[in-house]
C-alpha cells in the first residue's frame, strides 16, 4: 500500500512539473523572447534600501506616512491599491480620527439590492481604497502587490520612478518609443506608457519638513508599497526568530537526550 502511494504521489509531481513547464513555454511563447536592442539596454534595479529589508528589518513608519502621501496625491489618480483597507492605515501611525477623515474623501462603490443598482458612499474605515477610474489609453496596473509582482521589488518601483530619459543615440529605430510612449531602460521593453509622475523636486509638501526631491519620493512611496503588498512584514519577522529559538532549544534538548539515554550503552 506504501508502495502504490509512494508510486501514486511521484506520478502526480512528475504531471505538476510537466504541465508547468508547458504553461512556461506558452506563455513564453505568447510574450515572445527579449530582442538584443532589449538586452543591450535594459538595466537592473538600482540599489535600494530601506528599514524594511533583512531579517530584522522594521517599517520606518514616517517613511510609511511620506511614501502614502506621495501615493494618494501622484499614484493614486492612475492606481488603484484594492486590497488595503482604510482601517489598514492605522498601522502606519495614524489615529482613528485621520483615518477616518482619509476614508471620507474617497467615494466607494456598493450594489444596492433595493434598488438593483451601484451607488456610492464616503469611505468608511471597513471599506477598502476603491478602484480608480482611469480615462486614457491602457489598464494600470493595482499597486497593492506590485513589489511582490515585480523581480527586484520596491528596488524596480524605485528604478523605475527615477529611471526616464532621453534615448540613447545608438537605440535602434524601431526600439524608439512611439506616441504615447516614455523611454525607460528599467522597463522590460524600454518604453512605457506611463508618463513620467514625478516631474520635480518639491511636487509633493512633506508633513514632517522632510526635503520633497524626486529620489526622496520615489523611496518613500517604494517603501509604502512594500508594505501595502506584506503589512503583516515585521510580524512573520518576530514569529520566525521565535520558531528558530524554539527550534535550536529543541535540537539542544534532543541532543541532551540522546547523550543521557545512550551513554551507558555505548561501551556494549
Not at 500500500?1 to 504531471?15: E, P
Not at 520635480?200 to 509638501?205: K, T, Y
Amino acid at each position: 500500500m506504501i508502495r502504490l502511494i509512494s508510486i501514486l504521489a511521484g506520478l502526480f509531481f512528475t504531471v505538476a512539473l510537466g504541465w508547468a513547464l508547458i504553461l512556461g513555454v506558452v506563455g513564453l511563447a505568447h510574450d515572445g523572447l527579449p530582442t538584443s536592442a532589449e538586452k543591450k539596454f535594459h538595466e537592473h534595479p538600482k540599489e535600494l534600501a530601506l528599514a524594511s529589508d533583512g531579517m530584522f528589518g522594521k517599517f520606518d513608519r514616517q517613511q510609511l506616512q511620506r511614501g502614502f502621501q506621495v501615493y494618494k496625491e501622484v499614484c493614486a489618480n492612475c492606481h488603484a491599491i484594492k486590497l488595503v483597507a482604510f482601517r489598514d492605515l492605522k498601522a502606519l501611525g495614524y489615529n482613528e480620527d485621520e483615518v477616518k477623515a482619509v476614508a471620507k474623501g474617497y467615494k466607494v462603490p456598493a450594489y444596492n439590492p433595493g434598488m438593483g443598482e451601484m451607488k456610492t458612499h464616503d469611505g468608511t474605515m471597513a471599506d477598502h481604497f476603491p478602484p480608480v477610474v482611469y480615462a486614457g489609453q491602457g489598464s494600470p496596473p493595482d499597486l497593492s502587490l506590485i513589489t511582490k509582482a515585480r523581480h527586484g521589488g520596491a528596488a524596480y518601483v524605485y528604478s523605475l520612478l527615477t529611471g526616464y530619459q532621453n534615448p540613447p543615440a545608438d537605440l535602434p529605430k524601431e526600439n524608439q518609443p512611439g506616441a504615447g510612449l516614455y523611454y525607460n531602460p528599467y522597463f522590460a521593453n524600454l518604453n512605457i506608457a506611463m508618463p513620467k509622475p514625478l516631474t520635480s523636486d518639491g511636487q509633493v509638501s512633506y508633513k514632517d519638513g522632510t526635503k520633497a526631491t524626486v529620489d526622496q519620493m520615489a523611496q518613500d512611496v517604494s517603501a509604502f508599497l512594500v508594505w501595502t503588498a506584506e503589512p503583516k512584514l515585521e510580524k512573520r519577522h518576530q514569529t520566525g526568530w521565535a520558531v528558530l529559538g524554539f527550534l535550536l532549544f529543541a535540537t539542544i534538548l534532543a541532543y541532551m537526550a540522546y547523550r543521557n539515554v545512550w551513554a551507558d550503552k555505548k561501551g556494549h
